[in-house]
């Protein structure tokens, strides 16, 4: 494995179809999907000459938590789906890494026992975000709270890009629409009468508003990041609203079709919190240069969705490690070649767009 395309490969060879295009797949003609990666190939690097360091600090701190390396597992669902050990041997795997895992609140292991796992491997400073849908019930969305607070997790995640469920049709061909037996959303177990770890119990709700974010900062203490907000303004009502962090995310291009890359819209969203809370990024992460060319355009650490899946596919907690350590040699590997010796030293002169004929007045084409 030397590549996060061989894991996508080895991923598919080994999977169901049905849960390898659950994975792959995005909403509609997931023209989001690819416009994720394509953006990062759009863009190049302009390297510094001449200002060498004998290593690179790739370690941050990200709203009080510790990461040894700008790259954090983005929150992904199911992850027994595809591994016996699902989430535990994925949060092992970030564990030993020393970077931030964000449980998934449609984890296949509840996330006490995700962080017990991933204390067993890399100590008490193990670092557990944890992802949140707003459930209209609030008293459940408070039992949630506490279940990640108690837990251990240091942050809050609020996915609000999913006022309804965006259509995949790769899954709607497949007939998939909920877990094989067996397997359950486990967070979600007893909180409703007659009902446990469905995943239709998890209520995508077209209500919500900023009210509910009011809400939750009053009932916790806890950082809150916003995972999925797109449009500048919302990224300042959110400074507004006391949020924490941003996680600009389109949900890897599976709910809303047609909305721009991530990486097409950081300069914005940047400009627009203008440094009072720390912008993250995922879609599309899949080369150390990629995440070097988005802490150079302002986001303070990227996410993985998709690779993690594949990693652990292939290889269980073996393969995200290996995943993890492969991102961290590329993005090391990068930092040198551009002459930066950490991650301050990476500012927008070192991107610029693609070359194209219209930069000599379109003489050339
Ligand atoms: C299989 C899968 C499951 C996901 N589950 C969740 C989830 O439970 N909650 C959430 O907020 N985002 C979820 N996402 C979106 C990811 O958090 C992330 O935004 C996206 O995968 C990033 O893009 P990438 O896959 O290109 O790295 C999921 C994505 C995938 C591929
Ligand atoms: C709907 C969730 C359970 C999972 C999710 O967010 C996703 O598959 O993108």
């Given at each position: 494995m030397l590549t996060v395309h061989d894991f996508e490969t080895a991923a598919r060879a080994k999977l169901d179809p049905v849960f390898a295009d659950f994975i792959a797949g995005g909403a509609r003609d997931e023209i989001t999907v690819r416009a994720n990666e394509t953006a990062f190939g759009a863009l190049r690097l302009l390297p510094r000459a001449l200002r060498g360091s004998a290593a690179r600090e790739l370690g941050t701190t990200l709203l009080g938590s510790r990461a040894s390396m700008p790259i954090l597992l983005s929150p992904t669902a199911f992850h027994k789906l595809v591994d016996p050990e699902g989430e535990s041997a994925t949060a092992r795997a970030a564990a030993a890494t020393g970077t931030i895992m964000i449980v998934s609140m449609a984890s296949t292991v509840a996330v006490g026992e995700i962080a017990d796992a991933a204390r067993a491997a890399g100590g008490p400073t193990a670092q557990l975000w944890f992802q949140l849908y707003i459930q209209p019930d609030l008293e459940i969305t408070e039992t949630l709270v506490r279940r990640a607070t108690d837990a251990?997790?240091?942050?809050?995640?609020?996915?609000?890009?999913?006022?309804?469920?965006?259509a995949n049709e790769r899954n709607r061909r497949n007939g998939f629409h909920d877990l094989p037996a067996g397997l359950r959303c486990e967070n979600l177990r007893d909180l409703r009468d007659g009902e446990s770890g469905h995943v239709r119990q998890i209520v995508m709700s077209p209500e919500l508003n900023w009210g509910h974010i009011d809400w939750l900062r009053e009932?916790?203490?806890?950082?809150?990041?916003?995972?999925?907000?797109?449009?500048?303004?919302?990224?300042?009502?959110a400074v507004r609203h006391g949020v924490d962090g941003l996680l600009l995310s389109n949900h890897g291009g599976r709910q809303l079709d047609t909305v721009p890359a991530t990486l097409e819209l950081l300069p914005e969203i940047t400009a627009a919190v203008a440094g009072r809370i720390p912008v993250l990024l995922d879609g599309g992460v899949r080369r150390g240069t990629d995440v070097v060319k988005a802490l150079a355009l302002g986001a303070a650490a990227v996410g993985i969705g998709r690779p993690v899946m594949w990693a652990l596919a292939e290889g269980g907690e073996k393969g995200v490690r290996r995943l993890l350590e492969l991102l961290r040699e590329e993005l090391?590997?990068?930092?040198?070649?551009?002459?930066?010796?950490?991650?301050?030293?990476?500012?927008?002169?070192?991107?610029?767009?693609a070359w194209s004929g219209r930069l000599f007045g379109g003489a050339v084409s």
């Open positions: 251990g997790c240091t942050a809050l995640v609020v996915t609000v890009d999913s006022p309804v469920l965006g009932i916790t203490s806890l950082p809150i990041l916003l995972k999925g907000v797109l449009h500048p303004e919302d990224a300042r009502l090391d590997d990068t930092l040198a070649l551009c002459g930066a010796s950490g991650l301050n030293d990476l500012t927008p002169d070192l991107v610029r767009p």
